[in-house]
């Protein structure tokens, strides 16, 4: 049945994706040129539980909003090939890899908001105002409890370790939130400390994995031991089976904390309504942040919004959180490609 309803989850969102075109090719006459005022449009990478978070917004303000999902690299091709025509007055999406890249690739305006930086931390935004941390995740150590006990798991760096070898499930290095915690690494080691980390990974004959779902089956299935994913997958395993097994610990909770990032949205740079983009984001960071973040299972990017009960009980929320900026670790996300290649990381 999990497999089904996932099935069913991707058909609505598909089907979604159909309907959010049709009315943004609707919505906009030619040119892209926009007379309505009061609707905001958001290109979004991001698929979690957005829908929910719209329509309330839509209900407190009154503003509507049309909304195209799509894969974050057609995502910021098609902004840039749209360049002034675009439709987007928003681009948002996950992870601090593409946010910093699709600032580099010049896809957001800077937003001046009091409202949003006494929400948002400073480290969960980009420094000049281009994008906003909305969301939390910590991308951290999960294990087959029946194998492993809690006590031998401590840090990223010690899964280099030869005694792990033949245990380990990771993700694959396309995916960008392998890359943002590679990054991290060189961020805090130098690039060859992180290089020597990532090759006895390799070594360790890592079973390279497509998406964090199935580092979690297999481990619930006994065949590895250990992996890291982010922290909502794991939510969402319980959420449908509360004896799911498999547990997760905090990283690095002895030195630096565990690797956070973030999911976030910026004006675009050629957007008809940046105030309804910027609205929107502040809607986001304040008075929609539980709804939006709630919706995946992930920890609030405002610290004055508590989380949502599941992860309060199953995770708690009193764990070291590494503080690098998100906008630090995103801009080294060619570095990291680089260095998985370097090592022989797939
Ligand atoms: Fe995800």
């Known amino acids: 049945m999990t497999t089904l309803a996932r099935a069913w989850t991707r058909k609505r969102a598909a089907l979604a994706a159909t309907l959010a075109v049709a009315a943004l090719a609707s919505g906009c006459g030619i040119g892209g040129a926009s007379d309505d005022g009061d609707t905001v449009r958001v290109y979004t990478g991001r698929h979690y539980g957005v829908e929910h978070a719209f329509a309330q917004f839509t209900e407190e303000t009154g503003i509507e909003v049309d909304f195209l999902f799509g894969n974050d690299a057609e995502l910021r091709e098609r902004i840039e090939a749209e360049g002034e025509d675009t439709q ?15 600032a580099e690739q010049g896809m957001f305006q800077p937003t001046d908001s009091e409202a949003i930086d006494a929400a948002i931390p400073a480290n969960l935004r980009d420094p000049e105002g281009l994008w906003f941390g909305l969301s939390v995740r910590a991308r951290t150590i999960v294990y087959n409890p029946a194998e492993v006990s809690p006590d031998e798991l401590s840090t990223y760096e010690d ?9 380990l499930c990771m993700r694959n290095s396309p995916n960008v939130y392998t890359q943002s915690l590679v990054a991290s690494l060189i961020a805090h080691h130098g690039y060859d400390e992180a290089l020597r980390v990532v090759k006895g990974w390799v070594g360790n004959d ?23 994913t982010n922290h909502y997958y794991l939510a ?22 565990v690797h956070m990032n973030v999911s976030g949205a910026g004006v675009a740079r050629h957007a008809d309504n940046p105030e309804l983009g910027r609205q929107l984001i502040e809607w986001l ?22 989380a949502e009960p599941l992860i309060t ?34």
Not at 159 to 167: F, I, Y
């Open 88 to 102: 987007a007055d928003v681009y948002m999406t996950v992870d601090a890899g593409n946010l910093a890249v699709g």
């Open 159 to 167: 899964l280099a370790d030869p005694r792990w070898k033949g245990r």
């Open 206 to 228: 890592t079973d390279i994995m497509a998406t964090d779902v199935l580092i979690l089956e297999a481990i619930s299935q006994g065949a590895c031991d250990v992996g890291i």
């Open 236 to 257: 969402r395993e319980y959420a449908e089976d509360p004896e799911f097994p498999v547990e997760l610990v905090w990283a690095n909770q002895a030195d630096r904390g």
């Open 285 to 306: 960071a304040t008075d929609g942040q539980g709804i939006f973040v709630d919706g995946n299972h992930e920890y609030p990017a405002n610290p004055e919004v508590p």
């Open 313 to 346: 009980e199953r995770f708690g929320t009193d764990f070291r959180r590494d503080d690098l900026a998100a906008a630090t670790f995103g801009g080294l996300n060619a570095d990291a490609i680089r260095l998985m290649d370097e090592a022989g990381y797939a």
